[in-house]
């Protein structure tokens, strides 16, 4: 069945500091990527998403390109800040159902 | 828009006890879904409904569980009996369109979900 698998964490960073987290799945048919953020007691928000190959996703200075070659969609960003200290899910949309599976989720700490 | 309600944010009950989560979507939202978060198995799908009509619950992990929406406004996760292993995070998302292969996915708006403990 599809898939995800994300880099565990957590990932420490000084602020200012560029993030790589890694994400790469496991799916039939064209299913689209997406990054969801998870700050501390709230729920889900999605962060940014891909619907085909080579396309790229950004919002907040957070970008992540779906590479369908490499079964990736590695999330990125320049410059984090203390404010983007929070938990982040890879997730894919199902080709036949549209319904998402998750990764396991990366903690991303950022300290000033 | 409120965005999704759910209900109680937070749950502390006995072994044995029945528990009711509920959940109201965003309005015009036409898909529901339920996912529990533990920290050894991160974030599962329980089941999801669309236009009220439960679609997949392979997700729900034993008899014990049960959903219903009676309407489009609302929706509940029943636990019956509950046991410690059952304490997690639930959290309750709608969408606003139909599930069905790529390009009609329609974003899940998440909402702030339910801390369950079972003693």
């Known amino acids: 069945g599809d898939s995800v698998t994300q880099m565990e964490g957590p990932v420490t960073l000084s602020e200012e500091a560029f993030l790589t987290i890694n994400c790469t799945y496991t799916?039939?048919?064209?299913?689209?990527l997406f990054w969801y953020v998870q700050y501390p007691g709230e729920g889900l928000q999605l962060l940014l998403k891909?619907?085909?190959?080579?396309d790229k996703g950004s919002n907040k200075g957070f970008e992540a390109t779906y590479r369908k070659e490499t079964t990736s969609f590695h999330l990125e960003k320049g410059s984090v800040q203390v404010s983007d200290s929070a938990v982040y899910f890879c997730?894919?949309?199902?080709?036949?159902?549209?319904?998402?599976?998750f990764g396991k989720g990366t903690m991303l700490l950022v300290s000033p | 828009d409120a965005g999704v309600i759910q209900s109680p944010r937070h749950e502390v009950t006995e072994m044995g006890q029945e528990v009711t989560l509920r959940c109201k979507p965003i309005?015009?939202?036409?898909?529901l879904f339920w996912y529990r978060q533990t920290m050894m198995r991160g974030l599962e799908l329980l089941i999801y409904?669309?236009?009220?009509?439960?679609?997949?619950d392979s997700g729900m992990p034993e008899d014990r569980f049960s959903a219903k929406m009676p309407n489009a406004s609302f929706s509940t996760l029943k636990i019956q009996p509950s046991e410690p292993r059952d304490s997690a995070v639930y959290f309750c998302?709608?969408?606003?369109?139909?599930?069905?292969?790529?390009?009609?996915?329609?974003?899940?708006?998440f909402g702030p979900g339910t801390r369950l403990t079972v003693l």
């Open positions: 998302a709608s969408s606003g369109g139909t599930s069905g292969g790529a390009g009609s996915y329609n974003e899940q708006f």
């Open positions: 799916a039939t048919g064209y299913p689209s």
């Open positions: 891909a619907t085909k190959a080579d």
């Open positions: 997730a894919l949309s199902a080709w036949r159902s549209g319904t998402l599976t």
């Open positions: 309005s015009g939202h036409n898909s």
């Open positions: 409904f669309n236009n009220n009509v439960p679609i997949d």
